[in-house]
């Protein structure tokens, strides 16, 4: 399990996150939490070390800056770590979370769940989030383990939505290969092969995602991608992003099912019309689900749909989806 660390002396990675202040290092034996609110003058505020971790590798934040991921390179990505023999802590992820920013507190490690063979180089390595709104999901490579896309918002219970496995480059003896990076980028997942070159996919609704989510994800445009200098996400006005919500409320039963079908025909009704016609029913609904909130089981996630909804009251013109 992860401790206190005392002073680490060299970083491989660092990943600034300017809209929540903070940064996320990566130095070898540990993990630090770093304040880079004043950017000239950083602070590290904490850090952590653990006995299953061999190369503390990269850092990634969830959208809002409560959690953070660090992912263990061991061996340098040249082993076979994915075996069944093998620890599920070791060439991991390990998930922590922030507490009044000023400290990590472990929940989790989450490791790909497919057993790779033992000519299979694969451990946890480069990747980035999917912005999906209310949710934390990121994609990951994983050397010939392939890609894994998994969603941490439980950080106790990380699970994998979605996998790509293309198999060992040779399945006779170990040879170099397999994913460097899954970054998603503008509506795509991009995975860099080391011996096979650039795989681009798209993701497919399924039971734990659905086209709305992804419709929604699809929506948040970035002009340049650089996975060590995280951005913070917003969602843009659309139909795709309330019914997203409406999707999660239903999944986790997070609200009555007949108000989530009648928000849904007043968001059908809404995108018929136009002009105050189009407002006012998107109006009733705002009002209707605030007033709702408290007594449902997902309060939150609730007031996160009326919060959409509000914006396409306020912004009908962007409201396309």
């Given at each position: 399990?992860?401790?206190?660390?005392?002073?680490?002396?060299?970083?491989?990675?660092?990943?600034?996150?300017?809209?929540?202040?903070?940064?996320?290092?990566?130095?070898?034996?540990?993990?630090?939490?770093?304040?880079?609110?004043?950017?000239?003058?950083?602070?590290?505020?904490?850090?952590?070390?653990?006995?299953?971790?061999?190369?503390?590798?990269?850092?990634?934040?969830?959208?809002?800056?409560?959690?953070?991921?660090?992912?263990?390179?061991?061996?340098?990505?040249?082993?076979?770590?994915?075996?069944?023999?093998?620890?599920?802590?070791?060439?991991?992820?390990?998930?922590?979370?922030?507490?009044?920013?000023?400290?990590?507190?472990?929940?989790?490690?989450?490791?790909?769940?497919?057993?790779?063979?033992?000519?299979?180089?694969?451990?946890?390595?480069?990747?980035?989030?999917?912005?999906?709104?209310?949710?934390?999901?990121?994609?990951?490579?994983?050397?010939?383990?392939?890609?894994?896309?998994?969603?941490?918002?439980?950080?106790?219970?990380?699970?994998?939505?979605?996998?790509?496995?293309?198999?060992?480059?040779?399945?006779?003896?170990?040879?170099?290969?397999?994913?460097?990076?899954?970054?998603?980028?503008?509506?795509?997942?991009?995975?860099?092969?080391?011996?096979?070159?650039?795989?681009?996919?798209?993701?497919?609704?399924?039971?734990?995602?659905?086209?709305?989510?992804?419709?929604?994800?699809k929506s948040v445009k970035l002009?340049?991608?650089?996975?060590?200098?995280?951005?913070?996400?917003?969602?843009?006005?659309?139909?795709?992003?309330?019914?997203?919500?409406?999707?999660?409320?239903?999944?986790?039963?997070?609200?009555?099912?007949?108000?989530?079908?009648?928000?849904?025909?007043?968001?059908?009704?809404?995108?018929?019309?136009?002009?105050?016609?189009?407002?006012?029913?998107?109006?009733?609904?705002?009002?209707?689900?605030e007033s709702e909130a408290n007594?449902?089981?997902?309060?939150?996630?609730?007031?996160?749909?009326?919060?959409?909804?509000?914006?396409?009251?306020?912004?009908?013109?962007?409201?396309?989806?």
């Amino acid at each position: 399990m992860p401790d206190s660390g005392s002073g680490p002396t060299q970083c491989h990675d660092i990943t600034l996150y300017p809209g929540i202040g903070l940064g996320g290092g990566a130095c070898e034996g540990y993990g630090l939490l770093l304040d880079i609110s004043d950017p000239a003058h950083p602070k590290r505020l904490a850090a952590a070390s653990d006995s299953n971790f061999s190369y503390w590798h990269s850092a990634t934040f969830n959208n809002s800056g409560s959690k953070v991921l660090f992912s263990d390179e061991w061996g340098g990505g040249s082993q076979p770590k994915c075996r069944a023999t093998d620890k599920r802590e070791w060439g991991a992820d390990a998930i922590f979370s922030i507490a009044n920013r000023q400290q990590m507190q472990f929940q989790s490690y989450y490791k790909l769940p497919a057993p790779q063979t033992a000519q299979e180089n694969c451990v946890a390595h480069n990747g980035s989030l999917i912005p999906i709104p209310g949710r934390d999901v990121m994609v990951q490579a994983w050397y010939q383990g392939g890609l894994s896309v998994f969603d941490w918002t439980d950080s106790k219970h990380p699970k994998e939505i979605a996998f790509f496995d293309r198999g060992p480059v040779d399945a006779t003896e170990m040879a170099s290969g397999g994913y460097w990076s899954t970054y998603w980028y503008n509506g795509n997942i991009y995975g860099s092969e080391i011996s096979r070159g650039l795989d681009v996919f798209e993701l497919q609704p399924s039971g734990f995602l659905t086209q709305n989510e992804i419709d929604a994800a699809k929506s948040v445009k970035l002009d340049y991608f650089n996975t060590q200098g995280q951005v913070k996400f917003t969602w843009p006005a659309t139909y795709s992003l309330a019914r997203a919500y409406l999707d999660q409320l239903e999944r986790s039963q997070g609200m009555d099912a007949a108000r989530i079908a009648d928000a849904r025909a007043q968001l059908a009704k809404a995108e018929k019309a136009a002009g105050a016609d189009q407002q006012q029913v998107l109006t009733q609904l705002v009002s209707r689900l605030e007033s709702e909130a408290n007594g449902a089981g997902d309060a939150n996630k609730v007031r996160l749909l009326a919060g959409a909804v509000k914006q396409l009251a306020t912004s009908p013109s962007l409201a396309t989806k």
